[in-house]
C-alpha cells in the first residue's frame, strides 16, 4: 500500500475510531459500526506496514502495533455484544500504541 494513502486510510480510522467509541456511551445504533470500520482499518494499516530492513527491535515493536489492532477488533465484537469488556481490550490496546510509540521514537534518538 502507498504510505500517502496508508496515513489517510489511518487518520480516517483513527477518526471513525474515536467518534464510534464516544457516541457508544449515547447509545446511538451506529456507534459499533464506525468503531468496527476505524479498528479495522487502523489494522490493515498496521499489517501492510513493510517490515523488510527493520532491526529485531522495530519488528518487536510492529508486532506490539498488529496486536493492538487485533485487540481493537476484539473490543469492537464486544461492543456489538453490548458487554462493557470492549473498554479494557482498548485501554490494552492503547497501553501497547504507547508504548510502541514512545519507544520507537527513543530508538531514532540513538
Not at 464510534?20 to 501492510?48: H, K, M, N
Not at 502495533?65 to 470492549?86: C, H, P, Q, R
Amino acid at each position: 500500500m502507498n504510505p500517502r494513502i496508508r496515513t489517510y486510510v489511518f487518520s480516517i480510522s483513527a477518526l471513525l475510531l474515536l467518534v464510534g467509541a464516544v457516541l457508544y456511551l449515547t447509545r446511538w445504533v451506529v456507534a459499533p459500526y464506525l468503531f468496527a470500520v476505524g479498528s479495522a482499518g487502523i489494522t490493515v494499516c498496521y499489517l501492510t506496514e513493510s517490515v523488510v530492513g527493520l532491526d529485531f527491535r522495530q519488528k518487536r515493536l510492529h508486532r506490539f502495533n498488529v496486536l493492538s489492532g487485533l485487540l481493537m477488533i476484539a473490543a469492537s465484537a464486544f461492543m456489538f455484544k453490548g458487554k462493557m469488556e470492549w473498554v479494557v481490550l482498548l485501554a490494552i490496546s492503547a497501553i501497547f500504541q504507547t508504548y510502541a510509540a514512545f519507544m520507537s521514537g527513543k530508538g531514532k534518538k540513538s
